[in-house]
């Protein structure tokens, strides 16, 4: 029986914007690595990738990386690995960790208008990224961004009250609450 490959969609068009880099390396990489059978050479995967390459710093990089192989005659980047090198080094931000931690320093990632499911999801790319594993650090962090409404039902529960030392219980106890502020609102 012949095994069929799952469709595949290409990356989407990159214009070099910092925050984008890691999404698209990664997605370029997915690809790479579900239809090996796609590229004939190390090169033919460099060159696909630079495909993508459609506007802005991206472009005018991979203009340069052309213009120094027509200078040399020889591609400047000759391995998918040294590809990645490169793209990190020019489409990463360059201190996403600081960036991230700073972020949670400040005010900008709270919850403010969002539904807890999406300040959750925001919540937890932030301390993943920022390195953050102590449980009583993510309690008061998540606690900090959560609407007052919500951190005060938390706080006040008579029996049940989540320990600041169990980050699930909190994420949960905040679902719970505002699914149903969301139930009662469409009541």
Known sequence: MRRTHPKLSCPPDFN???YDGCAFLNSCSFYIRLA??????KQER???ALMFFKGGHAA???KNVFRQKADTGVFPI???GEFEQQFQLHFFPVNAEADTINSLEGT???QGNRTV???????QALVSDAGYTDPQTLVVKFR???RLGIQNQITTMPYGRPADTDPDAWYRAARKIDQARLANEAF
Request: aromatic content about 22%; hydrophobic content about 30%.
């Open 16 to 18: 070099g914007e910092h």
């Open 36 to 41: 090996p059978e796609q590229f004939h050479d």
């Open 46 to 48: 460099i060159l696909w």
């Open 60 to 62: 005018k990089w991979s």
């Open 78 to 80: 000759q391995t998918w």
């Open 108 to 110: 900008s990632y709270h």
């Open 117 to 123: 499911d999406d300040y959750l999801d925001s919540f």
């Open 144 to 146: 900090q961004g959560l």
